[in-house]
């Protein structure tokens, strides 16, 4: 019913910056909550971000002041600005959406930050 696809993800130098995409199809109304959460190898998942459907953002401590969600409802798109990357901010970045049928995820997008 809702699907979301990731894009946006590449190599980046240390202190570069990045923009991640979100963009949802299917059941679009039954959105509320989206965000992202990133997977780096070896090490537990960990939530970055979440919007919800009246814009209110909400950030990880180890992203706050460096990363920025946003959300285009027109374009049904969610947004994650990336700024200030550390190589500790390598990860496959996972972009979910909550529904009232459940929680969607995307596949993923890969961010690389290293010199």
């Known amino acids: 019913q809702v699907q979301v696809v990731e894009s946006g993800g590449g190599l980046v130098q240390p202190g570069g910056s990045l923009r991640l995409s979100c963009a949802a199809s299917g059941s679009i109304s039954s959105i509320n909550v989206m965000g992202w959460y990133r997977q780096a190898p070896g090490k537990n998942s960990e939530w970055v971000a979440l919007i919800t459907g009246g814009g209110t953002p909400n950030y990880a401590d180890s992203v706050k002041g460096r990363f920025t969600i946003s959300r285009d409802n027109a374009k049904n798109t969610v947004y994650l600005q990336m700024n200030s990357l550390k190589p500790e901010d390598t990860a496959v970045y996972l972009c979910?959406?909550?529904?009232?049928?459940?929680?969607?995820w995307g596949q993923g997008t890969q961010v690389t930050v290293s010199s």
């Open positions: 979910y959406a909550q529904s009232r049928s459940g929680n969607v």
